[in-house]
């Protein structure tokens, strides 16, 4: 990937033939950080639902779209990259001072996140400019 600081991360997968699959994730093993909140986001019905428009000072994030699809747009403030995701063991590892953004949701997207942190509110950088302010101020 051209943008710094996120990566794919693969889940295994365990088939059990009409019984389903099974996918599992573990702190510290498939998810680089140690996971101390999840949450999830669903019911997204509008079709032009935009959701994050964001970066994290601290937090680490994997995010994982259990069902349905959704693009995530990456902007590390030098280089942009949009992915589409549309497996439920692929997911996205979103590490600091990383602008994200959430498009494209299929009606029936299911998205599942993990972090490293609890919620912060001072972690949030929600204002463009102050991002790249704060990229080129490291
Ligand atoms: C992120 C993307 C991927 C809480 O009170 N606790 C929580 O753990 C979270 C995640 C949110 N909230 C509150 C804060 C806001 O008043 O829920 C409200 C909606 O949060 P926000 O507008 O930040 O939602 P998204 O979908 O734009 O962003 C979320 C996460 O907040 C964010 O960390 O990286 O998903």
Redesign the pocket.
Known sequence: MNVKNCHIITLPVFPDGDDGKLTFAEGLRTIPFEIK?V?Y?YDLEKPDAI????A?KK?E?A?FCVNGSYTIGLDDGHNKEELFIDKPNKGVY?GTGLW?T?TNFSKDCVLL?MASDY?YESDYIRDYDQFLKFINSK
């Open positions: 909140r949450y986001i959701r994050g428009k964001h994290h937090l994030q995010i979103l994200h959430m996140v919620y």
